[in-house]
């Protein structure tokens, strides 16, 4: 198998989309290595063994995979596992019939939405405070739910279940002959430990395969807590101070510097692809702001900046927010000192859902929800869901709770003679319908 | 476009705490819509239907209520987002509606444009497939002199009347779903006309005849793959190949010259000497009135057609692919002789995604060609028609 290290000798770069070939016909056979880095292998292990519940509508599925996967009556969704879902009282009850090839579907359900299951749509429904009872019917699922949910199919997006192509642990995987869907044109996957032995790259910045960006990018943040919201340390409680804020920060410059320009700033806390545009603020026009540090008293007030440290990105933005918090007067302590915090962290939502994603956000950092939002936010209609989403969206940042730094987007690095490769949401690569080209 | 801004309208209307003596209103063009299309058809739009609705009041400069609105692309969809600020309202609230891109919003908007052609060529985005599409062949299905469409698609067969009026194929029949087949997975498929039928055949293993006026499906050619061929009367419309195993081509095509193994292989009207093939490994070649062909070695993809696109004497080349890495796909249609000494480049369209299936005809009767292809954007099947005009 050709890695990764035989493009570096002839200096190939492709930059495509994962669909951008001319048709060939597939062959069989042949591994794929894999350096995930420091990427999480438990979600690379996921993906290639489990299937999930509903395919999102809007995925690029390949014929291959079209064909495996039935659509799900009156919608299109497709499922391996859903012959039809309906609602008979606007959300409240749901009636899932299953396919033949669904072999428990109920359980599947149930595990999925369990609210201590840890799965991102158990995490939604908490943080909304709805309570799903699942139970079989005759031949069917029922749910019903304390609120009324109104696109079921979208959460059942990730909802997984045994069955995927692959089967194996520890780093190395290979076909399933049973494998929902039909085998796998690949024979196995291995995780390697260098990422010149590899065909695909799920970290670094190697740039010498074809480049697969997934349909939206990953959105830095930062966080301040209550004791830097009190002492006013950002001072971002409006459209103007933020889009003026985004001036100072620069995110281009970091960008090009860590992430090869594939980025930009960010005024909103949901990245494209998972909302619409919104409205600009419109800004005084003035002079970019010359930044002038003078010595600070000890009395200055500090505040901790926090990020992942293996975050390289995290850790330019840091540097860079140290430099404005000066210029405004302000030190930074110590990473071990007590006292008023701010975290800056990496968010990627994993459903393209407005109204799914920010829920998510919300429970992972624990922002108020309104209980008068919670119907609009689960409404059918996708219009009032979104509508709500950017209402809530934009009173966490009027209210300092969270303001948003800047949007990189998430790419893998693929071997140019490995076609049919997929990107799921949360940025992990479907393998499932992958093969080599080896004219 | 008139229903997506009413419906935005209503719903800022139906805001208890929305405006009701008098509306600021600004709009901006947010990601794929031009901004001076929506300076100039949607602002205008959208400030007559609030006027006219009457509920939230005259659309002024000062209004004590501000709607700020962002008109942008986002997938197969248009959206208009507002935040709406100011009144009686403690905090700004989002008020949006999406609507599906039609041709009627494509050609107000600006969206997706038609491609500018080279010289007398065009290349023209028709509209969408269903995904999934296989192939594509095009037969007069109506008796009007015409071609029409049937298109493979991963969950069947469908057919499509060319209409003159709308300047587009209309659905006009299906999908026929393709019964089980041996294996699961479908990656490729091949149609051709036979008579009144289309042999139909994929790589999951179907063989078939498809009748596209009855719409019904019998059993087909005993196995084997059916290759289109150049309009030429005397002559049969498909050779047939076999699947050879464990590889990605096709052997015993039957025609004198070719290689062992092909991809595709088109005969040169009139003629039983010359033909063009791609290779097993994806190499455009032939052999011509002098001997093998001597044109400059190119990779290209599947498919190939040969076809008088431009109503002079003798059929031109179109190919797929194979861009330089880092370039677009492209469709590419050459001026080549039967001598295959060399080929020269007539019209490159350049593409965001993959050409699934291509096939030329005569849709409007005129005896000059025109060519189909369908491009896979990831999830959307795009289909667009090549002409020269006059």
Same mark, same amino acid.
């Given at each position: 198998?050709?890695?990764?290290?035989?493009?570096?000798?002839?200096?190939?770069?492709?930059?495509?989309?994962?669909?951008?070939?001319?048709?060939?016909?597939?062959?069989?056979?042949?591994?794929?290595?894999?350096?995930?880095?420091?990427?999480?292998?438990?979600?690379?292990?996921?993906?290639?063994?489990?299937?999930?519940?509903?395919?999102?509508?809007?995925?690029?599925?390949?014929?291959?995979?079209?064909?495996?996967?039935?659509?799900?009556?009156?919608?299109?969704?497709?499922?391996?596992?859903?012959?039809s879902a309906r609602t008979t009282d606007e959300g409240?009850?749901?009636?899932?019939?299953?396919t033949s090839l669904a072999g428990d579907l109920t359980?599947?359900?149930?595990?999925?939405?369990?609210?201590?299951?840890?799965?991102?749509?158990?995490?939604?429904?908490?943080?909304?405070?709805?309570?799903?009872?699942?139970?079989?019917?005759?031949?069917?699922?029922?749910?019903?739910?304390?609120?009324?949910?109104?696109?079921?199919?979208?959460?059942?997006?990730?909802?997984?279940?045994?069955?995927?192509?692959?089967?194996?642990?520890?780093?190395?995987?290979?076909?399933?002959?049973?494998?929902?869907?039909?085998?796998?044109?690949?024979?196995?996957?291995?995780?390697?430990?260098?990422?010149?032995?590899?065909?695909?790259?799920?970290?670094?910045?190697?740039?010498?395969?074809?480049?697969?960006?997934?349909?939206?990018?990953?959105?830095?943040?930062?966080?301040?807590?209550?004791?830097?919201?009190?002492?006013?340390?950002?001072?971002?409680?409006?459209?103007?101070?933020?889009?003026?804020?985004?001036?100072?920060?620069?995110?281009?410059?970091?960008?090009?510097?860590?992430? %090869?320009?594939?980025?930009? &700033? *960010?005024?909103?806390? $949901? !990245?494209?692809?998972? @909302?619409?545009?919104? =409205?600009?603020?419109? +800004?005084?026009?003035?002079?970019?702001?010359?930044?002038?540090?003078?010595?600070?008293?000890?009395?200055?007030?500090?505040?901790?900046?926090?990020?992942?440290?293996?975050?390289?990105?995290?850790?330019?933005?840091?540097?860079?927010?140290?430099?404005?918090?000066?210029?405004?007067?302000?030190?930074?302590?110590?990473?071990?000192?007590?006292?008023?915090?701010?975290?800056?962290?990496?968010?990627?939502?994993?459903?393209?859902?407005?109204?799914? %994603?920010?829920?998510?956000? &919300? *429970?992972?950092?624990? $922002? !108020?929800?309104?209980? @008068?939002?919670?119907? =609009?936010?689960?409404? +059918?209609?996708?219009?009032?869901?979104?509508?709500?989403?950017?209402?809530?969206?934009?009173?966490?940042?009027?209210?300092?709770?969270?303001?948003?730094?800047?949007?990189?987007?998430?790419?893998?690095?693929?071997?140019?003679?490995?076609?049919?490769?997929?990107?799921?949401?949360?940025?992990?690569?479907?393998?499932?319908?992958?093969?080599?080209?080896?004219? | 476009?008139?229903?997506?801004?009413?419906?935005?309208?209503?719903?800022?209307?139906?805001?208890?705490?929305?405006?009701?003596?008098?509306?600021?209103?600004?709009?901006?063009?947010?990601?794929?819509?031009?901004?001076?299309?929506?300076?100039?058809?949607?602002?205008?739009?959208?400030?007559?239907?609030?006027?006219?609705?009457?509920?939230?009041?005259?659309?002024?400069?000062?209004?004590?209520?501000?709607?700020?609105?962002?008109?942008?692309?986002?997938?197969?969809?248009?959206?208009?987002?507002?935040?709406?600020?100011?009144?009686?309202?403690?905090?700004?609230?989002?008020?949006?509606?999406?609507?599906?891109?039609?041709?009627?919003?494509?050609?107000?908007?600006?969206?997706?444009?038609?491609?500018?052609?080279?010289?007398?060529?065009?290349?023209?985005?028709?509209?969408?497939?269903?995904?999934?599409?296989?192939?594509?062949?095009?037969?007069?299905?109506?008796?009007?002199?015409?071609?029409?469409?049937?298109?493979?698609?991963?969950?069947?067969?469908?057919?499509?009347?060319?209409?003159?009026?709308?300047?587009?194929?209309?659905?006009?029949?299906?999908?026929?779903?393709?019964?089980?087949?041996?294996?699961?997975?479908?990656?490729?498929?091949?149609?051709?006309?036979?008579?009144?039928?289309?042999?139909?055949?994929?790589?999951?293993?179907?063989?078939?005849?498809?009748?596209?006026?009855?719409?019904?499906?019998?059993?087909?050619?005993?196995?084997?793959?059916?290759?289109?061929?150049?309009?030429?009367?005397?002559?049969?419309?498909?050779?047939?190949?076999?699947?050879?195993?464990?590889?990605?081509?096709?052997?015993?095509?039957?025609?004198?010259?070719?290689?062992?193994?092909?991809?595709?292989?088109?005969?040169?009207?009139?003629?039983?000497?010359?033909?063009?093939?791609?290779?097993?490994?994806?190499?455009?070649?032939?052999?011509?009135?002098?001997?093998?062909?001597?044109?400059?070695?190119?990779?290209?993809?599947?498919?190939?057609?040969?076809?008088?696109?431009?109503?002079?004497?003798?059929?031109?080349?179109?190919?797929?692919?194979?861009?330089?890495?880092?370039?677009?796909?492209?469709?590419?249609?050459?001026?080549?002789?039967?001598?295959?000494?060399?080929?020269?480049?007539?019209?490159?369209?350049?593409?965001?995604?993959?050409?699934?299936?291509?096939?030329?005809?005569?849709?409007?009767?005129?005896?000059?060609?025109?060519?189909?292809?369908?491009?896979?954007?990831?999830?959307?099947?795009?289909?667009?028609?090549?002409?020269?005009?006059?």
């Amino acid at each position: 198998m050709r890695g990764l290290v035989s493009c570096l000798l002839v200096g190939c770069l492709l930059v495509a989309p994962a669909s951008s070939y001319a048709r060939r016909l597939p062959s069989s056979g042949g591994e794929v290595r894999v350096f995930s880095g420091d990427r999480r292998p438990a979600a690379l292990d996921q993906a290639l063994t489990t299937v999930p519940l509903v395919e999102p509508a809007a995925r690029d599925l390949t014929p291959t995979e079209a064909a495996a996967w039935p659509p799900v009556e009156g919608t299109s969704r497709r499922s391996l596992m859903i012959a039809s879902a309906r609602t008979t009282d606007e959300g409240t009850g749901w009636r899932l019939s299953p396919t033949s090839l669904a072999g428990d579907l109920t359980r599947a359900v149930s595990s999925c939405l369990d609210p201590n299951a840890g799965t991102w749509p158990s995490i939604a429904l908490a943080a909304s405070g709805i309570q799903a009872t699942i139970t079989e019917v005759g031949s069917n699922t029922s749910v019903l739910f304390s609120t009324p949910v109104g696109d079921l199919l979208t959460l059942l997006e990730g909802c997984y279940e045994s069955g995927g192509a692959f089967v194996g642990e520890h780093g190395r995987w290979r076909a399933r002959v049973d494998a929902a869907g039909g085998k796998p044109r690949l024979d196995g996957v291995r995780v390697v430990s260098a990422p010149t032995e590899a065909d695909l790259l799920l970290s670094g910045d190697d740039e010498t395969g074809q480049l697969l960006v997934t349909d939206w990018p990953d959105v830095w943040l930062l966080v301040p807590d209550a004791a830097t919201r009190d002492g006013g340390a950002w001072a971002l409680a409006d459209g103007e101070a933020r889009a003026a804020f985004q001036r100072d920060l620069a995110p281009e410059l970091i960008l090009a510097v860590t992430r %090869a320009g594939r980025g930009s &700033g *960010a005024d909103s806390l $949901l !990245p494209p692809g998972v @909302a619409p545009s919104r =409205p600009p603020v419109a +800004l005084t026009p003035s002079e970019p702001r010359k930044l002038t540090l003078t010595p600070l008293p000890d009395s200055a007030p500090r505040v901790r900046l926090t990020h992942d440290p293996s975050d390289a990105l995290a850790a330019d933005l840091a540097a860079r927010l140290a430099l404005l918090l000066r210029a405004r007067g302000w030190a930074v302590a110590a990473s071990d000192a007590k006292g008023a915090t701010t975290r800056i962290i990496q968010w990627r939502p994993p459903v393209a859902d407005p109204a799914l %994603a920010l829920l998510l956000l &919300g *429970a992972e950092l624990d $922002l !108020p929800i309104p209980t @008068a939002m919670v119907e =609009p936010l689960w409404s +059918l209609d996708r219009a009032v869901r979104t509508a709500a989403a950017l209402t809530l969206e934009q009173q966490w940042m009027n209210e300092g709770l969270v303001t948003p730094l800047l949007t990189a987007a998430r790419a893998v690095f693929v071997s140019p003679a490995l076609h049919g490769v997929r990107l799921r949401g949360d940025g992990t690569p479907v393998l499932s319908d992958a093969w080599w080209d080896r004219p | 476009m008139a229903s997506w801004l009413d419906r935005f309208a209503q719903r800022l209307e139906d805001r208890p705490d929305g405006p009701r003596g008098g509306l600021t209103l600004s709009l901006t063009a947010g990601r794929g819509v031009e901004a001076r299309r929506v300076e100039r058809i949607v602002g205008p739009h959208l400030t007559r239907r609030l006027e006219r609705g009457g509920v939230v009041g005259p659309i002024q400069p000062s209004a004590s209520y501000e709607l700020r609105a962002t008109v942008s692309l986002e997938g197969d969809s248009v959206w208009i987002v507002g935040l709406l600020s100011g009144g009686d309202l403690p905090a700004p609230i989002a008020v949006t509606q999406d609507w599906l891109v039609d041709r009627e919003l494509e050609a107000l908007l600006g969206l997706r444009p038609a491609r500018t052609g080279q010289g007398r060529w065009t290349m023209e985005r028709l509209g969408t497939l269903p995904a999934g599409v296989l192939d594509l062949a095009m037969v007069d299905l109506d008796g009007d002199g015409g071609d029409d469409l049937v298109v493979l698609g991963v969950d069947g067969l469908r057919t499509f009347l060319w209409s003159a009026l709308e300047g587009r194929p209309m659905l006009s029949g299906g999908a026929v779903p393709l019964p089980s087949a041996p294996w699961e997975r479908t990656h490729a498929g091949w149609l051709a006309e036979d008579d009144d039928t289309l042999i139909v055949s994929t790589t999951a293993g179907h063989d078939l005849r498809f009748d596209p006026r009855e719409l019904t499906l019998t059993p087909g050619v005993g196995g084997r793959v059916p290759l289109r061929q150049a309009r030429d009367d005397s002559r049969q419309s498909y050779v047939l190949g076999s699947r050879a195993p464990h590889s990605s081509g096709l052997t015993n095509v039957g025609v004198t010259g070719a290689p062992s193994l092909v991809r595709d292989l088109v005969r040169w009207p009139g003629r039983d000497d010359v033909a063009l093939w791609v290779t097993g490994d994806g190499v455009l070649g032939g052999v011509g009135q002098a001997g093998p062909a001597s044109f400059e070695e190119r990779r290209v993809g599947d498919r190939i057609v040969l076809a008088d696109l431009d109503g002079a004497a003798g059929p031109e080349l179109v190919t797929t692919a194979a861009s330089l890495p880092g370039e677009p796909d492209r469709v590419t249609v050459f001026g080549i002789g039967s001598t295959l000494e060399s080929t020269s480049v007539l019209f490159e369209g350049e593409l965001s995604g993959s050409v699934v299936a291509l096939d030329a005809g005569d849709l409007d009767f005129d005896g000059r060609g025109e060519l189909l292809f369908v491009e896979d954007t990831g999830g959307a099947a795009v289909l667009w028609l090549i002409r020269r005009r006059s």
